[in-house]
């Protein structure tokens, strides 16, 4: 499962996300840009870790990776190899 493909569709069935390329999309702050609120945080948080058979600690979710789309990709990508 591409993990870069499967959160920029997740961004996508939410409105999607500002940019044209994927480099754009990936560089975006998505609670900076208001692509999901608080309450979003909670169903993809849930989303992924179902979707990967992963959980994140609160050391990943305060992380200053989590908090762009690629950084997500990067904790996701950790998570799962350390599974």
Known sequence: ?????????F???????????????LACAYLDAKVIDSMGIIDMISHFEDTFGIRFEADDMQSEEFQTVGGLVQVIEKLRAAA
Do not use: A, C
């Open 11 to 25: 961004f996508d069935s939410r409105g999607g996300l500002p940019g044209s390329t994927e480099q754009e999309k």
């Open 1 to 9: 499962m591409n993990v870069t493909q499967t959160v920029l569709e």
